[in-house]
């Protein structure tokens, strides 16, 4: 069973950290910045203190880098732009250690960062291997996820490494597609479409249809499924701009006339739909 260590105490961390260890996984090292949350995370954790095996399997939060070497996998739950920075003190750390405790070569240490955006940015050097696990999922600390829904895309450089990145997916009954950067760039920028631009779409319907916002829930559900269930969203697009319904599209806007962002957006999705279908006054 293969150990792990996480760098980044965020989201990604605390979800991720959780679902091992509620599956047996090692987690031995919570590293970050952020030594407050670093503590908290590991006391959380240590709530669940046995594996599979019935062995003692304690977290512990480390300042020092150098803990996390004697995992078997590293994380880096951290920022995109904070990647490159945290590679490289780890390679600049093991270089170090390695000039003292020439032991620490005859094993083969993973380091995967989890974003959808980054490429997997080093080439293996001695017994350190790069690699991507990226979680295609909205994670947060304040909303449960069911891991079995998460798809991961991964990427590593030789067959073993991804071969553990796989028996770390199948422990969390998650799926998972192997692929290279540039597929999960598109990926990635698709997901903020469907995702963060839907958030920001609905916190818009939220003010504009108050009080009766909860009733849209049911819409926003049945909305998504059909879309994907149909396995082309133009099939089942609905609405007064598709069917060229420009009264109804104008009594929307004069609803919206105190409501300039709703507004705007309106509009401009608007017309959007309506060049798309050909519907013109």
Do not use: W
């Not at 792990?4 to 605390?14: D, H, K, L, R, W």
């Amino acid at each position: 069973m293969h150990t792990v260590s996480f760098i980044g105490t965020g989201n990604v961390a605390y979800r991720l950290s959780l679902a091992f260890k509620q599956r047996g996984i090692l987690v031995k090292y919570i590293h970050g910045r952020n030594h407050e949350e670093g503590v908290k995370l590991a006391g959380i954790l240590n709530k669940i203190e046995y594996n599979l095996l019935g062995e003692k399997n304690i977290t512990q939060f480390s300042n020092n880098i150098t803990d996390l070497f004697n995992s078997d996998i590293i994380l880096l739950t951290v920022s995109d732009s904070a990647i490159h920075e945290v590679e490289n003190s780890l390679i600049s750390a093991y270089k170090s250690l390695c000039q003292s405790n020439e032991t620490i070569e005859e094993k083969k240490l993973i380091i995967a960062h989890t974003s959808g955006a980054n490429p997997i940015t080093m080439d293996n050097l001695h017994n350190l291997t790069f690699a991507v696990f990226y979680p295609l999922m909205t994670l947060s600390k304040i909303k449960p996820v069911e891991m079995k829904l998460v798809p991961f895309l991964l990427e590593a450089h030789d067959k073993s490494t991804e071969e553990v990145l796989i028996s770390l997916v199948n422990q969390l009954g998650s799926e998972y597609k192997i692929c290279n950067s540039d597929e999960r760039l598109k990926t990635h920028a698709s997901a903020v479409f469907i995702s963060n631009f839907v958030n920001y779409l609905t916190g818009l319907a939220f003010k504009a249809g108050a009080p009766n916002q909860m009733f849209l829930m049911p819409l926003a559900l049945e909305t998504v499924r059909k879309a994907f269930l149909y396995e082309d969203p133009e099939k089942v697009q609905t609405g007064p701009a598709v069917r060229g319904d420009f009264s109804t599209i104008d009594k929307h806007l004069n609803v919206l006339k105190d409501m300039p962002e709703q507004r705007e957006v309106y509009e401009f999705l608007t017309d959007k739909i309506l060049k798309k279908y050909n519907k013109t006054k």
